[in-house]
């Protein structure tokens, strides 16, 4: 079994060798305090802190800060949570209605796709992902070379347009990740960051999304060590160097 053409175990491969020194464990705690709020003066301080630590972790611009960590980390297991969280102010997010993932983003002046994913992906771990240009490039190019339902048909195979992220691309990944971790049985999490990974391999420069999708498949067959650190270095929110 694979997933986009890449082998199952190289996509296991590429997830294990994502880390990034415990930032996201301490967002995914973070999270858990938001969402136990008593009251609303406690849930608009969570919140706020939730939003910021957020903005650290995938920002649109410049690189991540690394404050001490704050999560215990040997407790982050949830429990299965609501369908609907109360942000202050009356924002309503659900974790599956698309409307009320745009209301969140309006309501963060200056936040884009990414930053706003990522707090989808704080609040519910198990059903939301992480869409930078990363993932969505390393989508769209192996949806190209794989074809069939893999093929979202967010770029033309033979075109070099580079490819900036929306919420309405994040609904059709979700939807084809969603599937794939369920038929593969690789968490959903695990999906996103091997598709991340993938991109570090392949420098694109003047290839069509079609020579990128390529590119993309047959490196995955090598070795993939980590990050020097372990972290994402260019997570922002914009148009990959290639396509």
Known sequence: MSLLGVPLERVRALANSWSDGGLWDDILWLALQAWSASGENERRMRWHHLVMAVGNFKRQGGRRLRPTRISPASNLSFDIRPNQFWAPDRLCISCDDPASWQQLQDSLAGAATATTTTLLAALWPDSHYILDWRV????????????????????????????????????????????????????????????????????????????????????????????????????????????
């Open 136 to 243: 969505l490039a390393a989508v769209a190019g192996l949806g190209v070379d794989q074809g069939g339902d893999s093929d979202l048909g967010l770029v033309a195979p033979g075109s070099q347009k580079p490819l900036k992220p929306t919420l309405a691309d994040y609904a059709k990944v979700r939807t084809l990740l969603t599937r794939l971790a369920r038929e593969t049985g690789v968490p959903l999490r695990d999906l996103e960051r091997a598709l991340y990974r993938m991109t570090k391999n392949v420098q694109g420069n003047g290839m069509t999304w079609a020579q990128y999708g390529r590119a993309l498949a047959e490196a995955t067959s090598g070795d993939h060590p980590p990050d020097a650190d372990g972290s994402p270095d260019d997570e922002q929110d914009v148009p990959p160097s290639a396509p």
